[in-house]
């Protein structure tokens, strides 16, 4: 069992930054696909970024050029930074650990408001 920790949320005026934080325990970063889903009010939950086992990295279009996500395989630990943050950014954002359709691992998910 991985247990995921998301941390870094928060309140932000337009154009701020955050950075979240997922630490993993009982399982590491490096082997797994690490991804950062976020879930507006009322909206179906998206996939935001994603860092494979290999180091590739996707990016939602929307987010593309303003988020960045990385890896730190010593402090066991995912990052998604967040810049040029906007309105539409606001929404409880998650953590996925992916090994396998039968190890995959959610966090608590942190809050990140945008709003002047």
């Known amino acids: 069992q991985v247990q995921v920790m998301e941390s870094g949320g928060g309140l932000v005026h337009p154009g701020g930054s955050l950075r979240l934080s997922c630490a993993a325990a009982?399982?590491?970063?490096?082997?797994?696909?690490m991804g950062w889903y976020r879930q507006a009010p009322g909206k179906q939950r998206e996939l935001v970024a994603l860092?494979?086992?290999?180091?590739?990295?996707n990016y939602a279009e929307s987010v593309k050029g303003r988020f960045t996500i990385s890896r730190d395989n010593a402090e066991n630990t995912v990052y998604l930074q967040m810049n040029s943050l906007k309105p539409e950014d606001t929404a409880v954002y998650y953590c996925?650990?992916?090994?396998?359709?039968?190890?995959?691992?959610w966090g608590q998910g942190t809050q990140v408001t945008v709003s002047s």
């Open positions: 996925n650990y992916f090994f396998s359709s039968e190890h995959s691992y």
């Open positions: 009982g399982g590491r970063v490096s082997v797994a696909a």
């Open positions: 860092i494979t086992s290999g180091g590739s990295s």
